[in-house]
């Protein structure tokens, strides 16, 4: 299939999900036309320069104008007053998607705000790097990659089956769940290995000089792919937690039992146990390679 799908397309933010989106929709000739909107001219300016926009603006409203299609593409923590600015500029029969990486509060902050006849399907794709910004954007970002949409059973089918394509486009593989599944899943695939590549490269800082020299002298002992997780966006992964709490102290609290139990385990001397757990998380890593997601 070829053609564009929409014929005027607003990014609000356009970063490295935004960015990468964008490319795509150039590459592939997907919108009529595309317009950036960011808070800073800087940014701007250089989704222009990149020629990732055809026009830009700093105003919501502005920027959402006659659009068929808007896609927030900014921190989480910016989604109310967002919503609350292109509410009375949207298009009747606009529809609104985002790639925000909790839902729950994507649906909280948006769907109240928006006039009716505008058909929101929350969206995330489930790929990223630890760059931020419009340059560090590429164009097969989402191949191969899942994003998942958890639009409300009443939303339109046909604006969820045209997001749904545009990810295809993208190279995406499309998955549909409520949002609260959503996020209870990736608090334990992606925001708590967050969590946890924060607080032991965290601590090692915290350690005294000698010790972290030794420690960036031998990181390839294990430590540098913490480093790799822990250099992500330090605004998105703060919203992460504070937008997705419930499911993550949940998910916390089982870890931290296990983790107690690895430690008797090696207070104890308990070799069965230790090999047990390593022999099954081997089996794990083997089944993200088979389907994959490596
Ligand atoms: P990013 O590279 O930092 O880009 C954020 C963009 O939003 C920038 O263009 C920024 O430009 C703009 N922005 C910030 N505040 C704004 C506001 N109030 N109004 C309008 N624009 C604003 O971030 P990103 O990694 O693309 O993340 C964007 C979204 O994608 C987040 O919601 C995140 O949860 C989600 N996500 C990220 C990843 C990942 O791995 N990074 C993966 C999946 C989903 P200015 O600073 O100039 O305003």
Redesign the pocket.
């Known amino acids: 299939m070829s053609g564009p799908l929409f014929d005027r397309v607003a990014f ?8 990468s989106l964008a490319r795509v929709m150039r590459r592939d000739s997907l919108a009529g036309h595309i317009v950036a ?4 001219q ?3 300016d250089t ?1 222009l320069a990149l020629g990732l926009a055809d026009t830009a603006s700093t105003s ?1 409203a502005e920027a959402v104008k006659g659009a068929d299609l808007v896609v ?5 923590s ?1 989604y109310r ?2 919503a609350a600015a292109m509410a009375p500029a949207l298009m009747p029969g606009a529809i609104v998607t ?5 839902k729950g509060s994507a649906v909280a902050d948006v769907t109240p705000l928006l006039p009716a006849g505008v058909h929101f399907v929350p969206g ?11 340059e ?2 590429f164009d097969t970002l989402f191949r191969g990659r899942w994003c998942i949409l958890t639009p409300e059973a009443a939303t339109d089918a046909g604006a969820v089956e045209r997001v749904a394509e545009l990810w295809r486009r993208a190279g995406a593989m499309i998955e549909v769940m409520d949002w609260r599944h959503h996020d209870m899943v990736l608090a334990i695939t992606s925001h708590l290995p967050h969590l946890i590549a924060y607080n032991i490269v965290g601590t090692v800082a915290d350690l005294e000089q000698e010790t972290q020299r030794e420690v960036i002298k031998f990181a390839a002992s294990g430590f540098r792919d913490f480093t790799r997780i822990a250099a ?2 330090p ?2 992964w703060r ?2 937690f504070l937008t997705n709490r419930e499911a993550v102290l949940q998910m916390l609290q089982r870890f931290t039992e296990d983790l107690s139990r690895l430690q008797r385990a090696i207070r104890r001397g308990e070799a069965d146990e230790l090999q047990d757990l390593f022999t099954r998380t081997r089996a794990v890593r083997r089944g993200i390679i088979d389907a994959g997601q490596a």
Do not use: F
């Open positions: 609000i933010g356009i970063g490295l999900i935004g960015s909107c960011a808070r800073t800087a940014t701007l989704a919501v927030i593409a900014s921190p989480m910016t007053a967002i985002d790639v925000g990486s909790v995330h794709p489930v790929a990223g790097t630890e760059h931020s910004g419009p560090a954007g992500s966006d605004v998105m919203d992460v």
